[in-house]
T-cell receptor
Framework: DTAVSQTPKYLVTQMGNDKSIKCEQNLGHDTMYWYKQDSKKFLKIMFSYNNKELIINETVPNRFSPKSPDKAHLNLHINSLELGDSAVYFC?????????????????FGSGTRLTVV | AQSVTQLDSQVPVFEEAPVELRCNYSSSVSVYLFWYVQYPNQGLQLLLKYLSGSTLVKGINGFEAEFNKSQTSFHLRKPSVHISDTAEYFCAVSESGGSYIPTFGRGTSLIVHP
């Protein structure tokens, strides 16, 4: 069983289109994340949800909108895709996020979605 | 805010040789430190982590790392590498008592030659 699964694995689309990436985790984790990895492999956090509640929203264009129907799912919808959106998008999960308490146990990552905008 | 520097973007090494991947961090508070490995076309996998206690941390696949507070370093080592260790390695730091959202380094590509 895959712990964190993302679909699709590859996504090629034209500029201006709207697309979604889905993520599901079966680890029972409360917190899920979206990361963007650019062509130079730099990883940057985009969003974080804790038990369906948005807790981290980094400087990301409004065209990106996360949705968490339940704590096991975190989807990413992207409107009006641009060339610069081409990247690998990773979903990740971790146990309960709680500011100021508890050790950080690390993330479990999905295998990524390679988005190419042409 | 914390930051992470991985000094080498690429480290070539021959099979069965030892390797050290360097990581330095900057933070004004106590930190948690991590190494992740990313094999080609895969997601990141946690190799090891330092939360507290012993400064020498052992991880999976024979890797270990040593936390050095005075030098603000967390270098990753393996005494004898295999071809299968060829991958991208990421160091990450998060601040205790903070948001726990880690900052990742820019990665070091380990290339193991036969």
């Amino acid at each position: 069983d895959t712990a964190v699964s993302q679909t699709p694995k590859y996504l090629v689309t034209q500029m201006g289109n709207d697309k979604s990436i889905k993520c599901e985790q079966n680890l029972g984790h409360d917190t899920m994340y979206w990361y963007k990895q650019d062509s130079k492999k730099f990883l940057k956090i985009m969003f974080s949800y804790n038990n369906k509640e948005l807790i981290i929203n980094e400087t990301v264009p409004n065209r990106f909108s996360p949705k968490s129907p339940d704590k096991a799912h975190l989807n990413l919808h992207i409107n009006s895709l641009e060339l610069g959106d081409s990247a690998v998008y990773f979903c990740a999960s971790s146990p309960l996020y709680k500011t100021g308490s508890g050790p950080d146990t690390g993330y479990t990552f999905g295998s990524g979605t390679r988005l190419t905008v042409v | 805010a914390q930051s992470v520097t991985q000094l080498d973007s690429q480290v070539p090494v021959f099979e069965e040789a030892p390797v050290e991947l360097r990581c330095n961090y900057s933070s004004s508070v106590s930190v948690y430190l991590f190494w992740y490995v990313q094999y080609p076309n895969q997601g990141l996998q946690l190799l090891l982590k330092y939360l507290s206690g012993s400064t020498l941390v052992k991880g999976i696949n024979g890797f270990e790392a040593e936390f050095n507070k005075s030098q603000t370093s967390f270098h990753l080592r393996k005494p004898s590498v295999h071809i299968s260790d060829t991958a991208e390695y990421f160091c990450a730091v998060s601040e205790s008592g903070g948001s726990y959202i880690p900052t990742f380094g820019r990665g070091t590509s380990l290339i193991v030659h036969p």
